[in-house]
């Protein structure tokens, strides 16, 4: 399925510093939250930034937040809203009475609510039976935010192959709440990231739009969504938008242009979704609070991986020479416009030509477990800031055991011991590293070549780490169980890197060779490997989840053994025991890469932001931890360094008193030849000869 290589959204527009029509509106309800009482409140106005709460209105659901300002009471929030599981269906709901008050809508980062998954049971082919309940339903704040929710949940349910039909269904709930006469509603919605959220959902039900042969087109009055197959040998390369913009059918034209150049590129039957947004603008800033104002069409364009720049034309609303007009683009993980998404190519009264390309995004740690996606820039500071620290950490582990190597593996065991060590530091530094270039690539849709590569070596070197720690843990289960029966040093080092790298390399080899052919080896939005299509991704989370499991029962058995020495001593020996048990868990743990268990929760419920932090926070700075408790906590290695230093100084204090000694002679020999001339000083190697 060829819409699984499109490139991720891109949102370009193009601002100035005055809109009249689409933004007054927004404009009004901004200017100190509002220029008049917006509602009333029964309370006492007589502090400044006070606050006051009232219920809504008879019939509503919700409430509304007032703030005292200048004496007098302005609304600021409000949650009001008549949607609910009972109307929002078309259909009789008398059998679903029993779900009472369970109508909760959480907010975005939460779990599908009720609503969500009664639609996909009852019409999950069309979306078609709420589509009625929502176009009758009032454009008050808290039914918009309702509606945004619904439609965020939609977009995490829908998986792939979204259909004509159902992106229809889709279009009509979005256009309901983008209408322009909701745009100043769009202030008091609590969640004031909720307009980015609804770019983000319709953006992503878009991208798994399924296009057959021929071109779709969804014409509503407030999101207008093209769709057709391009490639080398297109007559029409281009897009073209014409859509109102405010109440008295004044419009404006947007044009998508692909070069012919860049269409040379293309292969045959290339999918291209363009979706163009009239007000949401405006919504933007309205609920964002933003000083920039929307002069023409938001356009939103998913493209092939080959298409590396295209042109846009946007048509101004205000066609005022005075006004300063940029290029920029959506930043969607920081909701924020860019500037270096886009640059100006021409530009008159009139219209403005920019020239865009895909803008590049970070990847959070937690992908490597995860089956979806989860966007969140508290992830990806986790992620960037965790393996910066873990790469260096990683660096000075590796330094140290090189150091110290002759004084800490004299004994077979120990060999062994830091053998493993040394090549799970290795192997780690390498896997972060390669992430790091694979996030840097911004995903298979710009660069698919490299990011196969990219994948590839963090999935083989990612499932080193773990065999590397498989092997720690056959070596220690061998030490404790396998008393009477040794192999040879050359047999025990051969079978570690054969579990190390030879497992790895060919679960690899045999993933890629199996899955991209058919183009199912790569995430469609960044390089890791694939769930959806070829669950690719099983080739890591099985191994890695089977290694920690007798990872684990290794653990299990070195509590059992340290107990059983502790067993009928005193109660002093006993608590040492504790101790004990406590230091080997801790050491073990990272070592052992039993971090990585949180990844199973990840894999079950892969929408909670919570797991996936922690799932970041302890495996992300897994280098860190390495370096504390595999080396700086490791008695032997701190007492060889501390012979190492010792030692160092030593010869340096030896070097100096010599050279002291060689400078006092010289001095001495210098002051008797002026004295006497008589007395000459013979030095040969270990002795002075005095010839008076």
Same mark, same amino acid.
């Given at each position: 399925?060829?819409?699984?290589?499109?490139?991720?959204?891109?949102?370009?527009?193009?601002?100035?510093?005055?809109?009249?029509?689409?933004?007054?509106?927004?404009?009004?309800?901004?200017?100190?939250?509002?220029?008049?009482?917006?509602?009333?409140?029964?309370?006492?106005? !007589?502090?400044?930034?006070?606050?006051?709460?009232?219920?809504?209105?008879?019939?509503?659901?919700?409430?509304?937040?007032?703030?005292?300002?200048?004496?007098?009471?302005?609304?600021?929030?409000?949650?009001?809203? %008549?949607?609910?599981?009972?109307?929002?269906?078309?259909?009789?709901?008398?059998?679903?009475?029993?779900?009472?008050?369970?109508?909760?809508?959480?907010?975005?980062?939460?779990?599908?609510?009720?609503?969500?998954?009664?639609?996909?049971?009852?019409?999950?082919?069309?979306?078609?039976?709420?589509?009625?309940?929502?176009?009758?339903?009032?454009?008050?704040?808290?039914?918009?935010?309702?509606?945004?929710?619904?439609?965020?949940?939609?977009?995490?349910?829908?998986?792939?192959?979204?259909?004509?039909?159902?992106?229809?269904?889709?279009?009509?709930?979005? !256009?309901?709440?983008?209408?322009?006469?909701?745009?100043?509603?769009?202030?008091?919605?609590?969640?004031? !990231?909720?307009?980015?959220?609804?770019?983000?959902?319709?953006?992503?039900?878009?991208?798994?739009?399924?296009?057959?042969?021929?071109?779709?087109?969804?014409?509503?009055?407030?999101?207008?969504?093209?769709?057709?197959?391009?490639?080398?040998?297109?007559?029409?390369?281009?897009?073209?938008?014409?859509?109102? #913009?405010?109440?008295?059918?004044?419009?404006?034209?947007?044009?998508?242009?692909?070069?012919?150049?860049?269409?040379?590129?293309?292969?045959?039957?290339?999918?291209? #979704?363009?979706?163009?947004?009239?007000?949401?603008?405006?919504?933007?800033?309205?609920?964002?609070?933003?000083?920039?104002?929307?002069?023409?069409?938001?356009?939103? #364009?998913?493209?092939?991986?080959?298409?590396?720049?295209?042109?846009?034309?946007?048509?101004?609303?205000?066609?005022?020479?005075?006004?300063?007009?940029?290029?920029?683009?959506?930043?969607?993980?920081?909701?924020?416009?860019?500037?270096?998404?886009? +640059?100006?190519? +021409?530009?008159?009264?009139? +219209?403005?030509?920019?020239?865009?390309?895909?803008?590049?995004?970070?990847?959070?740690?937690?992908?490597?477990?995860?089956?979806?996606?989860?966007?969140?820039?508290?992830?990806?500071?986790?992620?960037?800031?965790?393996?910066?620290?873990?790469?260096?950490?990683?660096?000075?582990?590796?330094?140290?055991?090189?150091?110290?190597?002759?004084?800490?593996?004299?004994?077979?065991?120990?060999?062994?011991?830091?053998?493993?060590?040394?090549?799970?530091?290795? %192997?780690?530094?390498?896997?972060?590293?390669?992430?790091?270039?694979?996030?840097?690539?911004?995903?298979?849709?710009?660069?698919?070549?490299?990011?196969?590569?990219?994948?590839?070596?963090?999935?083989?070197?990612?499932?080193?780490?773990?065999?590397?720690?498989?092997?720690?843990?056959?070596?220690?289960?061998?030490?404790?169980?396998?008393?009477?029966?040794?192999?040879?040093?050359?047999?025990?080092?051969?079978?570690?890197?054969?579990?190390?790298?030879?497992?790895?390399?060919?679960?690899?080899?045999?993933?890629?060779?199996?899955?991209?052919?058919?183009?199912?080896?790569?995430?469609?939005?960044?390089?890791?490997?694939?769930?959806?299509?070829?669950?690719?991704?099983?080739?890591?989370?099985?191994?890695?989840?089977?290694?920690?499991?007798?990872?684990?029962?290794?653990?299990?058995?070195?509590?059992?053994?340290?107990?059983?020495?502790?067993?009928?001593?005193?109660?002093?020996?006993?608590?040492?025991?504790?101790?004990?048990?406590?230091?080997?868990?801790?050491?073990?743990?990272?070592?052992?890469?039993? %971090?990585?268990?949180?990844?199973?929760?990840?894999?079950?419920?892969?929408?909670?932001? #919570?797991?996936?932090?922690?799932?970041?926070?302890?495996?992300?700075?897994?280098?860190?931890?390495?370096?504390?408790?595999? %080396?700086?906590?490791?008695?032997?290695?701190?007492?060889?360094?501390?012979?190492?230093?010792?030692?160092?100084?030593?010869?340096?204090?030896?070097?100096?008193?010599?050279?002291?000694?060689?400078?006092?002679?010289?001095?001495?020999?210098?002051?008797?030849?002026?004295?006497?001339?008589?007395?000459?000083?013979?030095?040969?190697?270990?002795?002075?000869?005095?010839?008076?």
């Amino acid at each position: 399925m060829t819409h699984i290589l499109w490139l991720y959204c891109l949102v370009f527009l193009l601002p100035t510093e005055s809109c009249r029509t689409l933004c007054q509106a927004a404009r009004e309800s901004k200017m100190n939250v509002s220029a008049r009482p917006q509602g009333r409140c029964d309370g006492v106005c !007589n502090k400044h930034n006070s606050q006051c709460s009232q219920p809504c209105p008879p019939d509503t659901e919700g409430n509304m937040g007032f703030l005292c300002r200048k004496n007098k009471w302005h609304k600021v929030t409000d949650t009001c809203r %008549t949607l609910n599981v009972f109307n929002i269906f078309e259909e009789d709901l008398n059998s679903i009475q029993s779900l009472g008050e369970n109508i909760k809508i959480n907010h975005y980062a939460g779990k599908s609510e009720t609503i969500t998954e009664r639609l996909m049971q009852t019409c999950p082919k069309d979306l078609s039976c709420v589509v009625k309940g929502i176009r009758q339903s009032p454009r008050i704040p808290g039914n918009i935010a309702m509606i945004v929710q619904l439609l965020h949940n939609i977009s995490t349910e829908l998986k792939a192959d979204v259909d004509e039909t159902k992106m229809q269904s889709y279009s009509i709930i979005a !256009n309901h709440i983008l209408n322009s006469n909701s745009i100043s509603n769009w202030t008091f919605i609590p969640e004031k !990231n909720s307009s980015c959220v609804l770019l983000h959902s319709v953006n992503s039900v878009a991208r798994k739009l399924s296009i057959n042969k021929h071109p779709i087109d969804i014409p509503d009055a407030f999101i207008h969504i093209k769709a057709t197959t391009i490639s080398r040998d297109n007559n029409e390369n281009n897009f073209t938008f014409s859509m109102r #913009v405010n109440d008295t059918g004044h419009k404006v034209t947007g044009k998508v242009f692909f070069t012919r150049d860049e269409l040379l590129n293309v292969p045959s039957s290339s999918p291209v #979704v363009s979706i163009a947004f009239p007000t949401l603008g405006a919504i933007l800033e309205a609920s964002l609070f933003e000083n920039i104002t929307v002069n023409g069409l938001i356009l939103s #364009v998913i493209l092939p991986k080959e298409l590396k720049n295209i042109s846009l034309t946007f048509e101004k609303i205000s066609k005022s020479e005075e006004k300063r007009t940029h290029c920029v683009g959506w930043h969607s993980l920081e909701s924020r416009w860019d500037q270096k998404a886009c +640059q100006m190519i +021409q530009e008159n009264s009139k +219209q403005a030509v920019c020239k865009c390309e895909p803008n590049r995004f970070f990847t959070s740690f937690s992908i490597l477990m995860s089956p979806h996606l989860m966007e969140s820039p508290i992830l990806t500071y986790i992620t960037y800031i965790g393996l910066g620290l873990s790469i260096c950490s990683l660096i000075l582990c590796l330094s140290i055991e090189a150091f110290v190597w002759r004084q800490v593996t004299k004994t077979e065991i120990s060999y062994l011991r830091h053998l493993c060590i040394v090549n799970v530091a290795a %192997t780690l530094l390498m896997a972060n590293v390669w992430f790091i270039v694979g996030s840097f690539l911004g995903g298979p849709m710009t660069r698919h070549n490299g990011c196969v590569v990219a994948t590839f070596f963090v999935h083989f070197f990612y499932l080193s780490v773990f065999f590397w720690m498989l092997a720690k843990a056959l070596l220690i289960l061998y030490g404790i169980l396998i008393v009477f029966h040794t192999l040879s040093k050359s047999v025990l080092v051969a079978s570690l890197f054969l579990v190390g790298y030879g497992s790895p390399l060919v679960i690899a080899v045999i993933t890629v060779a199996v899955t991209e052919p058919s183009q199912g080896y790569l995430h469609p939005e960044v390089c890791w490997l694939n769930w959806d299509k070829t669950k690719a991704l099983l080739a890591f989370v099985v191994p890695a989840l089977t290694i920690m499991v007798v990872n684990l029962i290794t653990v299990a058995v070195v509590i059992v053994k340290t107990r059983q020495v502790a067993t009928g001593s005193s109660m002093f020996q006993e608590v040492r025991a504790i101790v004990r048990i406590s230091k080997n868990i801790a050491i073990l743990t990272p070592l052992l890469g039993l %971090t990585w268990g949180f990844g199973i929760a990840v894999v079950i419920n892969d929408s909670s932001l #919570v797991l996936h932090i922690i799932f970041s926070l302890l495996n992300a700075f897994q280098g860190f931890f390495i370096l504390v408790f595999g %080396t700086i906590l490791d008695p032997k290695i701190r007492e060889a360094l501390k012979c190492q230093v010792t030692s160092a100084k030593w010869i340096s204090r030896l070097s100096e008193s010599l050279s002291l000694y060689v400078w006092e002679v010289t001095d001495l020999s210098t002051s008797l030849l002026a004295e006497k001339g008589q007395v000459s000083l013979k030095i040969n190697n270990n002795y002075i000869l005095n010839q008076g």
